[in-house]
């Protein structure tokens, strides 16, 4: 089974954003020592606990500083976006770092109505209801041959992602829901469904692009994968302990608090928490690989023989305890490292 990584460039409290940031480019150069196929970092914004707030900034930085390992979105959220910038980002990426580049498009913005706003008011985006039409035109834009505009005269005009591709990124639709899972079966393109986000209706969208799938010139058959927060350590109890402030982070989320850095393990042992946020934790739990080497490895083998596919996407998400130097994120290293004990990359 094939292994890679989501990576929301998680910020401690006893760090800020350089050290997160270096804590990410050690990780990412682990994994690719490993042999872990894919390393794709999130967009978010406006959050003080996630530091991926540009991707295609990231993946540069993240390419650079790899070797083998193929680095991409998960995702671009394209409604923040204008369709050409993207196409251009991408393929200036894949001139830099060739085969090695992967480009996952979601539909969703990734943030607040206040922070859409914004973006609105301080660049071109999309409109999501254009997102198919979108998706389409970044495709066609990063192909060798370009894309063209027809003109009110009726002349053609041409346009490229950039002047002569050697090569082209790979494009995943990403999502939550039936929508995109319908959409990528329809454009031929591959799909990862978000399992991390909750657990929930895994089954139904995969069944929806599996069988509804049509060829494409990108592909001729359904490619896909999964995603599961991940905290391996160990023992089961470090990593339950590792696990707990991200946990009690997401139950805030859900509950509608605000939201500061992540705990560490101490802060978080010390937090008090309400009947409502416990009721998420143990929910979340649940739906979470937390354990020792060889529990996680035998959830992980179950999930992936439940689902039908061959490669999982692990987010690392175990925090660090009081005195860890602040550029390093042990716990997240340590949870790769005895993945990839359990399940050999090549």
Do not use: C
Not at 22 to 49: C, F, Q
Not at 60 to 66: K, P
Not at 235 to 247: K, R
Not at 319 to 331: D, F, I, K, Y
């Amino acid at each position: 089974m094939r292994l890679s990584i989501l990576d929301l460039i998680p910020v401690r409290t006893d760090q800020d954003t350089a050290a997160a940031l270096a804590a990410t480019i050690a990780l990412a150069k682990r994994a690719d020592e490993l042999g872990y196929h894919r390393y794709w970092v999130a967009e978010h914004h406006n959050m003080p606990s996630v530091a991926s707030t540009n991707p295609a900034v990231v993946i540069g930085i993240l390419a650079a500083a790899t070797q083998r390992i193929r680095v991409g979105s998960g995702g671009v959220m394209l409604p923040n976006h204008a369709p050409l910038v993207v196409a251009e980002q991408f393929a200036l990426l894949e001139a830099s770092a060739p085969g090695r580049i992967d480009l996952g498009l979601g539909r969703a913005p990734g943030s607040d109505p206040v922070i859409s706003a914004v973006l609105r008011q301080s660049g071109n985006t999309s409109d999501v209801d254009r997102f198919p039409n979108n998706v389409q035109d970044i495709v066609a834009l990063l192909g060798v041959d370009g894309a063209s505009v027809r003109m009110t005269s009726g002349e053609e005009y041409a346009l490229r992602g950039t002047p002569k591709a050697g090569s082209v990124p790979d494009v995943w639709l990403l999502g939550s829901s039936d929508y995109s899972a319908a959409l990528a079966a329809a454009l031929g393109l591959p799909y990862v469904f978000a399992h991390h986000f909750s657990g929930q209706g895994t089954a139904r969208a995969l069944e929806l692009y599996r069988s509804s799938f049509q060829p494409s010139a990108h592909l001729d058959a359904p490619r896909t994968f999964l995603t599961a927060n991940a905290v391996v350590a160990d023992t089961a109890a470090e990593a339950e302990a590792l696990a707990l402030p991200n946990l009690q982070q997401m139950a805030r989320l859900r509950s509608g608090k605000p939201l500061g850095p992540i705990a560490t393990v101490g802060e978080a042992a010390a937090t008090e928490q309400s009947d409502l946020e416990l009721g998420f934790v143990e929910q979340m739990r649940a739906a979470w690989i937390i354990g020792d080497a060889d529990q996680a490895a035998a959830e992980l083998q179950g999930l992936a023989d439940r689902f039908g596919v061959d490669e999982v996407m692990v987010s690392p998400v175990g925090s660090a305890r009081e005195g860890t130097p602040s550029n390093s994120a042990p716990a997240r290293e340590r949870t790769i490292e005895l993945l990839a004990e359990r399940f050999p990359q090549h």
